[in-house]
């Protein structure tokens, strides 16, 4: 999450209350997926899904959000959508 935060720029954009609240949000939200039964075909899809969830989870805070439900829900069902509009696997 920390290094989506450095490269996304978002760097100095959040107080340190507030990273707590998206780095927990982000963590909430990847042990949700991983309880979920979501199969991950390599360790690169599984640092695409954490960034998916990352990078909403960064765009929602730099809109003022705050809320750890708001924002742990928000990026699962972003991810849910990306998900289903891939093509499926062979």
Known sequence: MLRIIK??????VFKPEELIILVAAFLE??????????RFASDYE???A???L???IIDQGK??????????DG?????????HQLPPRK
Do not use: C, I, P
């Open 50 to 52: 954490r960034d998916k």
């Open 63 to 72: 809109k003022g959000e705050r809320d750890k439900a708001v924002l742990r």
């Open 54 to 56: 990352g990078k909403y």
């Open 7 to 12: 490269s996304d720029g978002a760097e100095g």
């Open 29 to 38: 939200a990847w042990e949700h997926l991983k309880r979920s039964g979501a």
């Open 75 to 83: 990026a699962l069902l972003a991810y849910g959508l990306s998900v």
């Open 46 to 48: 599984v640092e695409q």
